[in-house]
């Protein structure tokens, strides 16, 4: 093989990331499992909610007109006509110039259309003086205006969170369909690894992308199945990257990070399935490799734990999104930078940054450095068009 | 009690959250299960790191002065010595005029001081041309230059992201000490409650809060023990508050939504322990109570789910991350207010958005609709000093 990578886009990656990516199974999964967890079905309301109208304070229930005109100096008087009591249904029944007292959440009686605040009334053995005007409607939810029966309340491919379980509790749903946690087989490979309880002797260190890639896998909802680290060795790995994709949804391989250990994992994949990407341009991350095996997604990465990082963070998770039914979206930020950025054109450029206070500063230090991974808080990207950066721009930086 | 609360600031009730929030005990926890963990040790690093002079790329280890004035045209010409095998320990030496091959990861020799990339440079039987000039320490990260003996790596109060797993397994570090998780008791009260597997009768509705409480206290690295709906009847929500906080570390208690049903909570908290607040000029969350029992941190949430859940993520979210000994942080973002929003001043307001392309547009509906829970996907705050916000102005979004 030549020395020369034949690179290719990070558009041209991504591509042939969703060319190959497959939707995960569903399955149905209890609610109180259902936290961050991806929708696989919309959700659609059964009922309407609250189901009766309903009062959002303490207050009188009134008819609002008799209100009009109402103030400090003028309140309107109306007749006390009863209480209704939290969770019940009542029988009051409420006409022009007459109201009841209803507690927040209660049910506003039949007649009634808004609901005066408590702190603006005051009532006087069977008279209620209201102290301020109301608008129809006003701090009152009808039957059906939070959730429609029949409406779509959570469309599919929502990522659940605690505000979208809870309106699936209000809607009585218990269990939704989602997509399965896609399994990750994740495998090291490299002479110069050892295990991270020992010691490594002179010229090896310690198989970090193993715990990288399996915690950055769980992150993105999925679940990681190690292989630990394989010997930079033909048929071992070649054995261990078939087992893993007849395993596993998608295989994760890191390293080896010199060029005959990447080539050899890139003949594995030629000869178990198919090459699609070996070497992409961009920086961190260029000899990264895309491909299948059992029409099951396998990804090379680079072997430096800080250059795999940038490949998970930037084209793995785009992957794995994929494979949940969602596209990945990033949390950003916007920051001034106070230094100069240069940049390779025709290259994607991930720079890890540190920011505070708006600001965002470059980590510079050699590329091959792990601790930068630990000290960066976001990452900026600088477009394949571009130069560079200039200090004092506003740049968008990705939390990471 | 009267019919008007005695309402605290926001600022006044972060203190007495600060003050009531004891840091969790703390527990040993192997790096596997590490991820998302709130470390509670400074980690130092026992050893040098990567322990060896090692190449960043492949290519010829070489001493740097002899590719001095090196170029296109008048390449450096070196006798080659010999290859460093991946992993091993090379015996390779390397003098003025002399290179080695040394694949990315392996082992620089002794002597050499930078690596030529195997691209610029050309071997033609036992000579090697380089075709561009190095500078010291090219291409070469040296032995402590990544992590040095007895340097803090990672300080306590980190939370545990991939990155810093990779750099725990780099070191080493089997296991870590963090904080243990917070056990958070979570009882909903109110008459008007229902399981949220029933179909309420008329005049009740779903118990909301129980799920949305745990799932948030998932998301801030806690345990929910859920105490299930609680009537609200002075004797069994003494008996509840009372167990839940001799189990807990700490205890939520949503509802009822009625001034009646939270005077209630809050007699029984201060008839069993201290109550600090009942009142926060805050909306929406104003009838948000906070107390102790048995030196248990309680809270009580407003009954209704939006208003709870503005509590849960700027109020109960900074006691949790307190127990877990840290300040909790608000990923932000700016965005430009498609409409004015208009506030009372004196009162922190956080107002529901959607955001799109730079774009924040507030989400106004009654207050007390859940579906906008589900539709926002950030939230703007109104300080309490502010009258309100204009269109067209810049806003922080807080995510949530």
Not at 193 to 212: A, C, H, M, Q, Y
Request: with cysteine; charged share 25%.
């Amino acid at each position: 093989m030549s020395i020369f990578l034949s690179l290719k886009s990070v558009q041209e990656a991504k591509e042939a990331i969703y060319s190959i990516a497959k939707a995960a199974e569903k399955e149905t999964v209890a609610l109180k499992n259902l936290n961050g967890r991806i929708l696989a079905e919309d959700i659609i309301s059964n009922e309407n909610i609250p189901g009766f109208t309903r009062s959002t304070v303490d207050g009188y229930a009134v008819v609002s007109k008799d209100t009009v005109g109402a103030g400090e100096s003028v309140p309107a008087m109306l007749d006390y006509t009863g209480r209704v009591e939290m969770g019940t249904l009542s029988d009051i029944s409420i006409k022009t110039g007459q109201c009841a007292y209803v507690p927040t959440g209660g049910n506003v009686p039949n007649g009634a259309d808004a609901v005066a605040m408590i702190e603006y009334c005051e009532q006087i053995e069977d008279d209620v003086l209201v102290y301020r005007p109301l608008a129809t409607g006003e701090n009152v939810v009808f039957a059906d205006e939070d959730f429609a029966e029949g409406k779509k309340i959570i469309p599919a491919k929502t990522i659940l969170r605690p505000q979208e379980c809870g309106v699936l509790a209000a809607l009585g749903i218990v269990e939704a369909e989602v997509f399965k946690k896609p399994l990750i087989g994740i495998i090291s490979t490299g002479n110069e690894l050892v295990e991270i309880s020992k010691k490594p002797p002179f010229g090896k260190v310690r198989d970090v992308n193993t715990t990288l890639c399996s915690s950055f896998v769980e992150n993105e909802g999925c679940i990681p199945k190690v292989y630990g680290i394989i010997p930079d060795e033909k048929n071992e790995l070649y054995t261990a990257i078939k087992k893993a994709a007849d395993e596993c949804d998608a295989v994760l391989i890191s390293g080896g990070s010199s060029k005959d250990a990447r080539d050899n994992t890139s003949m594995i994949i030629e000869s178990l399935g198919e090459l699609l990407i070996h070497g992409i341009s961009i920086s961190p991350g260029k000899p990264t490799i895309i491909g299948t095996v059992g029409n099951k997604p396998v990804i090379g990465l680079p072997g430096h734990p800080s250059s795999a990082f940038v490949i998970l963070s930037f084209l793995v998770s785009e992957l794995l999104c994929a494979m949940q039914g969602i596209r990945k979206e990033y949390r950003t930020t916007i920051a001034q930078l106070t230094e100069n950025i240069p940049s390779a054109e025709g290259r994607e450029d991930y720079v890890r940054v540190v920011f505070k206070d708006g600001y965002a500063k470059p980590l510079y230090s050699k590329s091959g450095l792990l601790s930068t991974l630990a000290d960066s808080k976001g990452i900026v990207k600088i477009p394949a068009g571009q130069e560079g950066l200039e200090a004092g721009e506003e740049v968008e930086v990705i939390f990471w």
